[in-house]
């Protein structure tokens, strides 16, 4: 049985001891496998009263075992059985990039990165604690197939005094550790196969040549966070689940009151035959956008897991020209049945329906987060080693360490006022993408005349979207609604008229569904349907705002903002990279892909 072996990678780091009393711990695997040192790892975190509050474990893999794989490799112990039995649901879509796994109500953070091991770890942007260096045989050969750029990019995943630990002794693997700074020693406790362990100590000064940098944490302190939509509040909920006290200010007297007051809307990737820098990134935000579906919102009331057929109008396939059979975990053609006019269209089996406003107060009842209403903040001022939150009449609405920038379009005359008050600051507005709004109507109606036979299963997008059969909070129990959109109009136009917003929803229904277009147009004639509008924040290249709002070591304002129509996809994600370059963490997503949201990115270096 492996696990003597998964149990000696972690006395060979020194674990459980050497993670007592600290805030986070960060382990990099080398080689996945079935998942038994990952299994043994999380069981040893949760049995130990001195555990870290954070465990990041980040495992690298060519190809992630499957689900049966998985449990099987678990199953003769059964406390690991139960731990794989709770990863299972998450463990799907494995494709060649990284995945974010949330287990122990964001805790125990799983990074599976998939491809070849070098590429990964060149993706890397933290420092690990420790690193369990499994190295399969490949064929039995007992070698090793790495090179030195391999060893040299392991290296730059430490600090000194990382502790390492292997079970094999391949050929190479020693004399490779060595060269790039490792101080070794075999383990006689190792099994039979050999084994070595030891520390990252280096004789020379360490340096890292690459931008950015793997960062020192900043210990959790006070943070306040302008905002409480779905931006703002995912951001007070990472941080607060990382130590941080977070006060969310917000000039409405209620959250929610902006876009992400939207009564239901799409969790749903972007596909695209190149597999782009936004369908890789929507994939990963919808992930965790579900997984915090799962853990806090009633399932049939405030969310729901039906899937989401596309329809390609334009006779476009949409998906990537080679995507595997693992990727059919999240999308594959649809069968014929579900399209009309011989229009391809593609199903999303991991997407769903979701109210914002229902995950948004959620995330403000964790514990840690203080929600603070009817606070307008009109200025900034820096106060000590803190700022102060000011507002029309220059009181003090609040003070914190960190401020984060999370209130849409309401950001940027704030800060262009800070840039005036205090230049010294170094704010580098001209390097963030520009932003704007776009105004977005949505026309409703209850279930009542239309039968609910005549709307589709499960939610239908491509030319706007219907989202069918949805409870209506506050109304009869039996009561469920209809939802159809959406407009979309730069504010920087003339607003249209209710009633144009209403006939051109319905056009594009009658484009993406002809029949139910042509069943609810009666309603729409009569004047029975109702509207809900309000105006997202875009930024000029449609991919959201993400970072420091000026260079320093440790800046103490920050944005996060410009999510557009894709906040249910897009907002988790943000905030976990955002508290990642807090904490020193592993990202939460490949360093090239993060760059893509980086704030400051308007005038960067290609």
């Known amino acids: 049985m492996a696990e003597p072996e998964a149990v000696d990678l972690l006395q060979g780091c020194g674990l459980p001891r050497a993670w007592a009393g600290q805030n986070a711990w960060r382990i990099l695997d080398t080689g996945f496998e079935r998942g038994l040192p990952f299994l043994n790892t999380w069981r040893a975190w949760k049995n130990d009263p001195q555990r870290p509050r954070l465990l990041h474990y980040v495992a690298l893999t060519s190809a992630p075992p499957k689900p049966d794989e998985l449990l099987a490799c678990a199953a003769p112990i059964s406390d690991l059985k139960e731990l794989a039995q709770a990863l299972r ?3 799907f879509g494995l494709l060649p990039g990284f995945h974010r796994l ?9 990074t599976l990165c998939v491809g070849e091991v070098t590429a990964l770890l060149r993706e890397q942007r933290f420092v690990a604690d420790a690193i369990y260096l499994n190295t399969p045989d490949p064929d039995g050969a007992a070698v090793l197939p790495w090179n030195s750029w391999t060893f040299k990019a392991l290296a730059r995943c430490c600090r000194r005094g990382t502790r390492l630990a292997s079970t094999s002794e391949a050929a190479g693997l020693h004399a490779g550790l060595t060269q790039c700074g490792f101080e070794l020693e075999a383990r006689q406790s190792a099994p039979a196969t050999g084994g070595l362990s030891g520390q990252f100590n280096p004789r020379w000064t360490i340096k890292h040549t690459r931008d950015p940098a793997p960062g020192h944490p900043v210990e959790p302190g006070s943070c306040a966070v302008i905002g409480a939509g779905l931006a703002g509040a995912s951001v007070a909920a990472t941080l607060a689940r990382r130590g941080w006290q977070v006060r969310v200010l917000d000039q409405a007297r209620a959250p ?3 876009a992400s007051g939207l009564p239901a809307g799409l ?3 972007h596909v695209s035959g190149d597999d782009c820098t936004l369908s890789r990134l929507s994939r990963s935000g919808v992930r965790l956008m579900l997984q915090q579906a799962r853990s806090l919102l009633r399932p049939g009331q405030d969310w729901n897991a039906t899937g989401t057929l596309e329809r390609h109008l334009d006779g476009s396939a949409g998906l990537p020209l080679r995507w595997s059979t693992t990727g059919q975990d999240w999308s594959h053609p649809a069968p014929p049945e579900t399209t009309t006019h011989g229009k391809p269209a593609i199903w999303h089996k991991q997407a769903a ?9 959620a995330w403000l009842a964790q514990p840690g987060v203080t929600f603070q209403g009817g606070a307008r ?12 939150l000011l507002d029309a009449q220059g009181q003090v609405l609040a003070r914190a360490d ?3 920038f999370a209130n849409a379009g309401g950001a940027l005359p704030l800060l262009e006022t800070l840039q005036t008050t205090q230049p010294s600051l170094g704010l580098r507005l001209d390097q963030l993408p520009a932003l704007h709004g776009v105004r977005g109507q949505l026309s409703w109606a209850l279930h009542q005349d239309t039968a609910e036979e005549a709307f589709p299963p499960f939610p239908v997008n491509g030319a706007g979207s219907v989202i069918p059969g949805i409870p209506v909070d506050g109304a009869a129990p039996a009561a469920r609604a209809w939802f159809v959109g959406s407009s979309y109009q730069p504010d920087t136009q003339p607003a249209l008229p209710e009633g144009e917003n209403h006939a051109a929803n319905l056009a594009r229904l009658q484009q993406l569904l002809p029949a139910l277009g042509q069943a609810l147009a009666p309603r729409f004639a009569a004047g029975a349907v109702q509207a809900w509008s309000n105006t997202r924040c875009v930024s000029a290249d449609r991919l959201p705002l993400v970072g420091p709002l000026y260079q320093a070591d440790r800046p103490g304002l920050w944005i996060c903002a410009g999510m557009g129509s894709r906040g249910l996809s897009f907002s988790m994600l943000c905030a976990e990279l955002l ?3 807090w904490g020193a963490e592993p990202l939460p997503v490949e360093a090239g892909l993060a760059n893509a949201l980086n704030a400051l990115r308007a005038n960067a270096a290609p």
Request: charged letters at 20%; glycine letters at 8%.
């Open 353 to 361: 329906w979701l109210k914002p406003a229902q995950l948004v107060q």
């Open 89 to 91: 649901p998450q463990w």
């Open 256 to 258: 929610a009151a902006g």
């Open 267 to 269: 969790v749903v990737p």
């Open 402 to 404: 960190r401020v984060v």
């Open 377 to 388: 903040v009109d200025a900034l001022r820096p106060d000590g080693d803190q700022w102060a």
């Open 102 to 110: 949330t287990l122990e109500g964001g805790q125990v953070l799983l």
């Open 579 to 581: 508290a990642a370059r």
